[in-house]
């Protein structure tokens, strides 16, 4: 684990053969030149946020590097050329030699500009991970109750031109059944269809051209104490929503990625429950929003 008070100096690591992970830490602001050159055996980096340049052949002939992440926006990508050192040839490019699938965020500043090979055979690939309305708060479960003519909305950071197909348990959803709006992917499951689902919880899967992201739908029975404008203790009152507490509990892990690489992504953290009660006529929605901190490459 480097930590985010040191510097990574040139040539650190360099030609370090065993070396087979790495843990930058956020805080790290720059990677130095050859930093870990040559090492062979290095199979997956994450870059921080923090982290604002790239020096040339930072990453240079480490073979076995095969994923690499970006939590951030584009840092730097330094180039050396031969001529500044007195010689003829080629520029040093960060990641030369390297041929790997690179999994970068739903940022503006990543486009056609920025995302080039420098210097190696990069497969650039937006990251899949489920958001919500709060930047950073992923949902891992979302609560319909049944009747309440709620539509359940899902928005994921995968781009809408990549989204294929929405399946529910693994059955492909009819397109009829939801709306995709454009951007990031914003999946709207109409009430009509969540009404035909069986009380419990349901994998709802979301596959894009290159790989999939699931989240848990978990459809509840209106009952009395669900009916809005009512007080649980007694029905005839008015309810008193005052200091309404959020639901504690223990969180799922991660929303799970198939059918491409993020699917080794480590998954630690806490849990941060968030209840949002939405009223309307004919019914009360409930969304539970559970928050992942630190592993989550998101």
């Given amino acids: 684990v480097l930590p985010g ?20 830490s956020d805080g790290i602001k720059e990677i130095g030149q050859e930093v870990f050159y040559k090492c062979t055996n290095l199979k997956e980096i994450e870059i921080p946020a923090s982290v604002s340049k790239l020096e040339d052949r930072a990453f240079g002939d480490c073979f ?3 994923i690499i992440y970006f939590k951030g926006g584009v840092p730097e ?14 520029a040093f490019g960060v990641f030369d030699g390297v041929t790997a699938t690179v999994y970068y965020p739903d940022d503006p500043s990543w486009n056609a500009d920025t995302m080039k090979d420098y210097g190696g055979d990069l497969t650039w690939l937006r990251r899949l991970y489920i958001i919500a309305e709060e930047a950073g708060i992923e949902v891992t479960d979302k609560v319909y109750v049944i009747g309440s003519g709620t539509d359940a909305t899902i928005k994921c950071s995968g781009a809408a031109e990549d989204f294929v197909s929405l399946a529910i348990d693994g059955k492909i959803v009819d ?14 499951v109409l009430s009509a269809f969540l009404d035909k689902l069986s009380v419990g919880d349901h994998t709802a899967t979301l596959n894009y051209t290159y790989g999939s992201v699931d989240t ?23 309810a008193d929503n005052s200091g309404q507490a959020g639901q504690t509990g223990s969180a799922d892990q991660q929303t799970g990625v198939r059918k ?7 998954q630690t953290g806490s849990t941060w429950p968030m209840t ?3 009223l309307g006529i004919g019914g009360t929605a409930l969304l539970i929003l559970k928050r992942k901190t630190a592993g989550d490459r998101s």
């Avoid at 008070?5 to 930058?24: P, Q, Y």
């Avoid at 397109?175 to 709207?188: A, M, N, Q, R």
């Avoid at 491409?260 to 480590?266: A, D, I, L």
Wanted: with cysteine; charged share 25%; glycine share 8%.
């Fill in 175 to 188: 397109p009829s059944d939801y709306k995709v709006e454009s951007g990031s992917t914003v999946l709207t």
């Fill in 260 to 266: 491409s690489p993020q699917t080794g992504e480590e």
């Fill in 276 to 278: 949002l009660a939405i």
């Fill in 77 to 90: 990508f330094a180039t050396m050329h031969l001529a500044e050192k007195g010689n003829d040839g080629p």
């Fill in 216 to 238: 848990v739908l978990t459809v509840i029975k209106k009952t009395e104490e669900t009916a809005p404008g009512t007080n649980p203790a007694d029905p005839t009152k008015p």
């Fill in 5 to 24: 008070n040191v510097a990574v100096d040139w040539n650190a690591f360099s030609e370090c053969g065993n070396l087979e992970r790495v843990i930058i």
């Fill in 64 to 66: 076995s590097l095969k």
